[in-house]
């Protein structure tokens, strides 16, 4: 299983999209085997969901993630995990163990600029 959390260094980020960078973390049976960070490529609408599946990514994890990303995960069989907060490796361990749960925390990009 390949986990992906959205990072600002080796700590979850509030926002998604808006990242530093993925910290991308392979267990296997519930055991870590491997991890990388790689630097986000860039926020564009619909890019960062196809990116990670390419990745072979099998879940995602953040702080905050917009609607749309959801939409585009789910439409591949990738499960989305929000507000999620502290260490990335420290909550890909959680949700391996089953206690993370999603609190639906979405962006929905109506802030002022």
């Not at 260094?9 to 910290?23: A, D, L, N, Q």
């Not at 905050?64 to 939409?71: C, F, S």
């Not at 439409?75 to 420290?90: F, H, L, P, R, T």
Request: overall charge negative.
């Amino acid at each position: 299983m390949k986990i992906a959390v959205a990072s600002e260094g080796k700590m979850v980020t509030e926002h998604f999209g808006h990242c530093e960078s993925f910290c991308i973390f392979d267990f296997e049976d519930g055991k870590l085997v491997s991890s990388e960070t790689i630097a986000n490529p860039g926020h564009r609408p619909g890019f960062l969901p196809v990116f990670l599946s390419e990745k072979g990514v099998n879940v995602v994890l953040s702080g905050g993630i917009g609607g749309g990303a959801i939409e585009i995960f789910n439409e591949k069989n990738i499960e989305v995990v929000s507000g999620v907060s502290g260490d990335a490796q420290v909550a890909a361990q959680a949700y391996v163990d089953g206690k993370l749960k999603s609190s639906a925390s979405t962006c929905n990009h109506d802030y002022e600029k």
